[in-house]
């Protein structure tokens, strides 16, 4: 950098990039910082919204520990979780690498993001029909070649799946997507290295591409993790909870308390426990996996 | 030019914008009233109504909202919060006493005087008076519950119609009412449920649809059944401060009621989420439903299915019954123009307006001479309602259980109801679930 760029510099950089951040900043305190606060207020509180919050102390803690209904939503949400993650993350890398590798073309590229353009509750509300015991197409095919019938939604033992594999099928063009960018910054005298040296491709993706791609993946990973923690509307629209409580996440649980039963305090509170535990997620991940670093240099 | 349009799109937007504060502030057009229902195969009667009433009084316009009942409630709660709540809304009594315990509806009685609490069906005015004693709604419709059944099902299983309208139930071997539902199943080789051979596992008919587990109050599921036992939901109605669901013939009933899933004559629980109970039987899956008269123009409205209907069977008491449920309007407490809601209100309970809704054929009116004009706009239709109103006409009717707390007991009976027909757990465990309902009533 020469000193006379550095003359050219406004004295003052500070007013400017204030008010740039501003409109963002301001969004930020508004609608995030400001609800986060009064959830965490609220949180020691019982409020039904009509009346005026009451201070009671941590009791909505204590009543929480006590819940078993909270207990099963957190055990059915990491369910989901890992189920969900488990499948996305594998199929998105699988499909970014046929991507990356096998063709070129921007048409086949953008359909695959088509599922992520439809609404999520067109998503799970479609896949409700089709999935149908009794007169969903999927139900009639597997009838028709003579297989048992299964019960996506209403079977205790399928729910938890059947709704993370509509969900993973809404999201795995847009995680491929982000993979394959990661794939696009590995440059291309890697691969040819390899190839020099011989390498298969099966043995190119081991030792190549997964490596090279860690620092993507976990960014990928960090964001996709905290919105499955956060599934609501696939759930909310279908099964609402069942059968029994055998698909009431934590949000629909955070929901159904503050809503349809006026709860908001303990609501708040079961919102806190979620966010640390996101946050504690989120965290270990980065660290984890080394976020910060790359093995290319 | 282009500048003047400008200007009046942003006139436009800032309109829309007023009329989004709604209810309370000076923002909305003097003399609006705001009402929100949630059926919308009701709105188009209203909106009858709202003319008839804007030519009576001309100072007054009403704006009718409809929202879906998924979205009604919370909205409603969200809408009070911010201030910005409809001026009249259609209530429901497992809802409206939650809102009078937050002081969120207008007590009528000093806003509506001479009202003729005698012209609506028995019982219906009385929902609506809550344990302050005062008035928060005034009855607009009632409904009762029925069987919907395929009459060529019926036909082929060599059924007769007049069998049918005379079906007798009990809680042990469940009556010619569970051999009629037996007949009617049928499996994927075509033998029926009541011979020989029949496949449980493999059913393509089942005699009996059932839309789930019923939660709390088991309105088209199990009421029908349970309060020929005698069995009440609460200790006493409307406010009762204890549910009876420990009382053996509520589980009894409930047991009944889960045989018929194992024995293959209903579907099992897991497949009944999903697809309606209504369209299954729009699909030929099953070949009885019970249902309430508010899914008359949908049933009705399913091509080449003919229905029929029949009262629901009669008990170990020797008499029917049908849950008696009785929708009302009530009036916010934030309102900006109570004297207009009020007037609305009135007009909406009076047979200037009754007799408008009940010639759309739709629903029954609260007032007695407008339900007879319901019965016959039915009728018109080529729907006899008999097995609806016969209820009302030989009072074999009970009403909807009023209680505090009702969300809650909601949240505790749901997944307790469909543990019991899922199969995973025994009726006995309702007893745990009442002891869980009855303990939110401790020191309220």
Redesign the interface.
């Known amino acids: 950098m020469t000193t006379a760029a550095v003359a050219r510099r406004p004295r003052n950089q500070l007013l400017p990039a204030l008010g740039m951040i501003a409109p963002a900043a301001l969004g930020f305190l508004v609608f995030y910082l400001y609800p986060t606060l009064r959830g965490a207020y609220l949180s020691f509180t019982e409020y039904n919204v009509l009346g005026s919050p009451v201070f009671v102390g941590l009791r909505n803690y204590v009543d929480m520990a006590q819940d078993d209904v909270f207990w099963n939503a957190v055990r059915v949400t990491f369910l989901y979780v890992v189920l969900n993650i488990g499948f996305q993350t594998v199929l998105a890398v699988g499909l970014a690498v046929l991507m990356h590798r096998l063709t070129k073309s921007v048409l086949i590229r953008g359909s695959l993001l088509l599922p992520y353009l439809i609404a999520n509750v067109v998503v799970a509300l479609l896949w409700f029909w089709m999935l149908d015991f009794n007169i969903g197409i999927v139900n009639a095919v597997i009838d028709a070649v003579g297989l048992p019938k299964v019960a996506f939604f209403g079977d205790e033992a399928w729910t938890v799946a059947t709704i993370a594999g509509v969900n993973t099928w809404r999201h795995l063009g847009y995680t491929a997507l982000l993979v394959f960018a990661g794939l696009q910054m590995i440059p291309a005298s890697v691969y040819e290295a390899a190839a020099v040296d011989g390498a298969g491709e099966w043995r190119t993706f081991w030792r190549i591409t997964l490596p090279l791609l860690r620092p993507v993946l976990v960014l990928v990973l960090v964001i996709t993790v905290t919105g499955a923690f956060q599934v609501f509307d696939t759930v909310a629209v279908t099964t609402a909870g069942g059968p029994g409580n055998a698909s009431r996440v934590l949000q629909l649980y955070i929901y159904e308390q503050a809503f349809a039963r006026g709860h908001f305090g303990y609501a708040s509170a079961m919102s806190v426990v979620l966010f640390l535990v996101l946050a504690g997620a989120a965290f270990a991940q980065m660290r984890l996996l080394r976020a910060g670093e790359s093995d290319l240099t | 030019m282009k500048r003047k349009m400008l200007a009046g799109a942003v006139a436009l937007a800032s309109l829309s914008l007023t009329a989004c504060a709604g209810g309370s502030g000076g923002a909305e057009a003097e003399g609006q009233i705001d009402y929100w229902l949630w059926d919308s195969n009701q709105q188009p009667a209203y909106q009858q109504c709202a003319d008839a009433f804007h030519e009576a009084n001309p100072d007054l316009t009403v704006k009718i909202t409809q929202r879906g009942w998924d979205d009604y409630?919370?909205a409603l709660?969200?809408a009070?919060?911010s201030g910005t709540g409809p001026d009249v809304f259609t209530d429901h009594v497992s809802k409206y006493p939650?809102?009078v315990a937050?002081?969120?509806l207008l007590a009528l009685d000093d806003h509506i005087a001479d009202v003729d609490l005698d012209q609506y069906s028995a019982g219906l005015a009385d929902l609506w008076v809550a344990q302050d004693g005062k008035r928060y709604g005034l009855p607009k419709d009632w409904d009762t519950v029925a069987i919907f059944y395929n009459q060529k099902m019926v036909e082929d299983a060599g059924l007769s119609e007049k069998g049918m309208q005379d079906l007798d139930w009990n809680p042990d071997d469940g009556g010619t009412y569970e051999e009629t539902i037996a007949r009617l199943t049928v499996d994927a080789n075509g033998v029926r449920g009541d011979e020989p051979g029949f496949d449980k596992e493999n059913v393509a008919v089942y005699g009996l649809g059932i839309p789930g587990a019923g939660y709390e109050n088991g309105q088209t599921e199990w009421s029908m059944y349970t309060a020929t036992t005698g069995w009440t939901h609460t200790d006493e109605n409307p406010w009762g401060t204890q549910y009876n669901y420990d009382d053996p013939r509520f589980q009894d009933t409930i047991a009944w009621w889960y045989s018929l899933i194992e024995k293959g004559y209903a579907?099992?629980?897991?497949?009944?989420?999903?697809?309606s109970v209504n369209?299954?039987f729009g699909?030929g899956?099953s070949a009885i439903n019970i249902s309430g008269d508010w899914m008359l123009s949908t049933y009705f409205g399913y091509d080449g299915v003919d229905v029929g209907l029949a009262p629901t069977p009669t008990g170990p008491n020797g008499q029917r019954a049908s849950m008696f449920n009785g929708l009302a309007d009530s009036v916010w407490a934030g309102t900006d123009n109570p004297e207009g809601a009020a007037k609305w209100v009135a007009f909406l309970g009076s047979t200037d307006c009754q007799d408008l809704v009940g010639a759309a054929g739709v629903v029954f009116p609260a007032i007695t001479s407008s339900a007879e004009i319901a019965t016959e706009a039915f009728a018109e239709k080529g729907i006899d309602v008999s097995p609806f109103t016969t209820h009302v006409k030989d009072g074999t009717t009970f009403l909807f259980p009023v209680t505090d707390h009702a969300?809650?007991v909601?949240?505790i009976m749901?997944?307790a109801m469909?543990?019991v027909l899922?199969g995973?757990a025994d009726v006995g465990s309702l007893t745990e679930a009442n002891e869980q309902v009855n303990a939110l009533f401790d020191g309220s």
């Open positions: 409630w919370s709660t969200t009070f919060s939650e809102f937050n002081g969120q579907p099992p629980l897991e497949t009944t989420i999903g697809a369209d299954n699909a899956k969300s809650d909601h949240a749901t997944p469909d543990e899922g995973k």
